[in-house]
């Protein structure tokens, strides 16, 4: 038997180890209904069992390993040993080592890190192709590290062939392609916070994923109550890389947005004009908001008399003046504060009843409580987020005050509404007035934080959504994704220092990605000519790619331009992305001439067609194998940032880019007049 035919048929015991793991789990789920001792204990070890089940029954055709690690005869408790590496642990038969090691185990971390400089004990690193459908291995390809042979991933054929397969359907995981620099970024340590500024094509949104995946392998108690939050730009990316966690063998985690995350708070219903929307997301109406709660907090004047029986308790104004202040100063949320004045001033008069020889009951306890209630109401009354957040946009005596000294009067016009509601329950809010309730509900109540939380696309956020991410992870880590050159919202990040600052986490480390896997290199070139006219300092990417192709056309007739490229990209395989400010009237044309175009939200029917047309406010995260992108003068002009966003989109192609235009190109691009 030749070596192929020796790893195919161990192929066959991992897939018979598949099959018995699938029968034990299924068998546990039968038997888990009658074992747990409570009915939460019982749904959250069914949800597991039949997890396990499910996400087995789904493995027996997929490649059961992508990596093997041979240690040498020197490599102490690891010496002569094989280990084989695959996407989850499979186990052998009774009493025996397991047929596949979990690619996030620290055995296998030596796949991704061992070197020819710095082996580790490794002999041979081995990597497999897979055919197209994985279901059958086709080869391998050995590095002898202890032999002084490596290859980095441009020299490597099965890395290669992997990275540049054709992008068909959501995205993919890359645990068989993770490069040194990648994995020093997925296996980081839990208690540290990390900032990833990633270049479009290096692979920071799957190291962000795979990330997620390791942290909850390595610290799965620790997250348990927490757990992982993932939180993209909008659901139309989430669609995309939702397989990903799934096919690392991680189901619970919660991926959405910031908008989702915080729907709770109330219904949009409402826009914002820019003006308005920036103040709004501005850190300083953090500020304003604050002023405007702590604004209903009185000073105590007078005595307070409180009945029993025929008796009254009195306290003087100077002791109702000190459990307020005290309280203030110790800089509770506010209605924890409110519950403390109360208490303590029942506390007083507890200890006044038992120094008058009584022996106060908790009857008596509640008595006095209802007591005070009326108080509390004058000096520290209960209030709700939406009442403060109305008061700041409706009164704009009250949104004086607050802001005094901190908006200018025309910030202050901006965000008043125009036509005030009768009351905060009739109010019609935007999506940056949930951001604001968000805000006040924070300060009112301490929220539930998330034991990690990955942030996609972070450079778009605002202060304030930064700031409410901040409130969910004041107590865990956050890892921080995203490219400053891609930052498209009026009020999208310039330097990370000042995002880290916002998202609680000022000290954590800002890493660059800069060597692009994904786009060839022909495409980065001319990308990287936008870098210089961007708000942004960001290096330049560079690509392994040297692959692909890049057309840049000036066409008399834009829409039938585009008809005839998307006809000449169907010749190839893979996913074509038609890419313009406008896609609507290009939709029309190309369904005129009978071909099929998905859209992103699928409403239409056609989400699993080849031709995906995508308006350039949408396409950041997303990758398509040729794309066709038209006028780009167009999409430069679109919105404030719109230099940002022809960056993203240009670099959206992993392998075909065509440029069409009828108009003169943006400055930066305008020697690129013939065809490349």
Known sequence: MNELDAERAYVERCREAVRRMLDGARHNVIVGETVAGDRYSA??????????????????????????????ADAGDHAARKYYIGRRHLSGETGEPPVVIDWRAPVARAFYRASAREPGGVAVRRRFGWSTDSAELTGYEDERLDRGEERDAAASRIVTAEIERPRVGPMRDIVATIQPEQDELVRAPISGSICVQGAPGTGKTA??????????????????????????????????????????????????????????????????????????????????????????????????AVPDGSYRWRIDEYDLRRVVDDTRREAVPYLVGRERVISRLVSLLQQRAESRGQTPNAAWVKRMRRSIIGFADEVWPAVRAEEVVAEVLTDADALARAADGTLTPGEQKAILWTRPPRGHKSARWSEADIVLLDEVAGLLEREQGYGHVIVDEAQDLSQMQCRAIARRSEHGSITVLGDLAQATTPWAARRWPDALTHLGKPEAAVIALTTGFRVPAAVVALANRLLATLDADVPQTRSLRSDGMLRVRRVPDLAEAVVAAVRDARRHEGSIGVIAA??????????????????????????????????????????????????PAAVAEAETRGGNRLYVALTRAVSRLDVLHTRPLPAALDDHGSPM
């Open 207 to 304: 190291v962000g994923l795979h990330r997620a995946a390791y942290l909850l392998y390595a610290h799965r108690q620790r997250l348990r109550n927490g757990g992982v939050l993932v939180l993209g730009p909008n659901q139309a990316f989430l669609g995309y890389i939702s397989q990903v966690l799934p096919a690392l063998g991680e189901v619970d985690v919660e991926q959405t947005t910031v908008g989702r995350l915080l729907r709770h708070r109330g219904e949009i219903r409402a826009h914002d004009g820019e003006d308005a929307a920036v103040v709004k997301h501005d850190a300083r109406m953090a500020k304003v908001l604050r002023r405007a709660l702590y604004a209903r907090v009185g000073k105590p004047s007078g005595t307070l």
């Open 43 to 72: 749904e959250r070890l069914g949800h597991h069992l039949k997890s396990l089940a499910k996400e087995l029954s789904e493995e027996p055709d997929g490649p059961p390993f992508f990596g093997r690690l041979d240690y040498g």
């Open 582 to 631: 406008d896609v609507v009237p290009l939709v029309e044309r190309l369904r005129a001439e009978g071909i099929e175009v998905a859209t992103l939200d699928g409403a239409d029917g056609t989400a699993g067609a080849q031709v995906t047309a995508v308006p350039a406010t949408l396409v950041k995260g997303f990758e398509y194998d040729h794309v066709i992108l038209a006028e």
